[in-house]
């Protein structure tokens, strides 16, 4: 079975700093990895995902992450918090052996705030 | 536009009264499925449908019911709803259930009150 655990429920950081959310992941196989934003009173859009491609990937906003098998971590970073960026984040996983039907496993969530 | 619409978008009930909660895609999407939020706990999915009448449970699908009769809906069928399926619902569709590496598109959310 899979699981996400993403470290800390909030996270706080000034604009203009660096934003780090964790995600930690277990799984028998190397997983597809995502990471969702959810915006006040909206529903998920995807930031980025990893498909065993490059272990670096580039999302929207300025968003990044870096696939860390021997650390099973998935951690999403940005070099400079805007306040737009106040939000909900949520870190997923997939089976890639097509046996879970496409079912993503998602992590508690974490919220950030950005204050001036 | 491509979407997921969910219907309502809040709804507060009392218990043991039978309400739906209607999801619709516009992309022509195979994979459909619903999750529910709460908090601490992220979204845990209820169920979820490959494709026209076929569906199956989720990790949490004990007091739900859905149908796939169109490709383009799933609804969300709470027969007799109790106050611990107060949540927050989200539909979400993606195609090509096989290829787990598919974004799934999200509704933007029905937020269900049992009193």
């Known amino acids: 079975a899979q699981s996400v655990t993403q470290l800390g429920s909030h996270v706080s950081v000034s604009e203009g700093a660096l934003v780090l959310l964790r995600c930690n992941y277990s799984?028998?196989?190397?997983?597809?990895l995502f990471w969702y934003v959810q915006y006040p009173n909206q529903g998920l859009q995807l930031l980025l995902k990893?498909?065993?491609?490059?272990?670096l990937v580039k999302g929207i906003n300025g968003f990044e992450a870096e696939f860390k098998k021997s650390e099973t971590s998935f951690h999403l970073t940005k070099p400079s918090a805007h306040m737009s960026d106040a939000a909900e984040y949520f870190c997923?996983?997939?089976?890639?052996?097509?046996?879970?039907?496409?079912?993503?496993?998602f992590g508690q969530g974490t919220i950030l705030t950005v204050h001036p | 536009e491509a979407q997921v619409t969910q219907n309502p978008r809040y709804l507060i009930t009392v218990t043991g009264k039978k309400l739906t909660v209607t999801c619709s895609q516009n992309m022509n999407h195979e994979y459909m499925s619903w999750y529910r939020q709460d908090p601490g706990l992220g979204l845990r999915q209820i169920y979820y449908s490959m494709n026209v009448e076929v569906t199956d449970k989720g990790d949490v699908p004990e007091g739900y019911k859905v149908s796939r009769k169109e490709k383009r809906n799933f609804p969300l069928i709470l027969e007799s709803p109790s106050p611990n399926q107060t949540s927050l619902y989200f539909c979400?569709?993606?195609?090509?259930?096989?290829?787990?590496?598919?974004?799934?598109?999200f509704g933007p959310g029905t937020r269900l009150t049992v009193l």
């Open positions: 799984s028998s196989v190397p997983p597809y």
């Open positions: 979400a569709s993606s195609p090509r259930s096989a290829y787990s590496y598919n974004e799934q598109f």
């Open positions: 997923a996983v997939s089976d890639p052996s097509g046996t879970s039907y496409g079912k993503l496993t």
């Open positions: 990893y498909t065993s491609a490059a272990t």
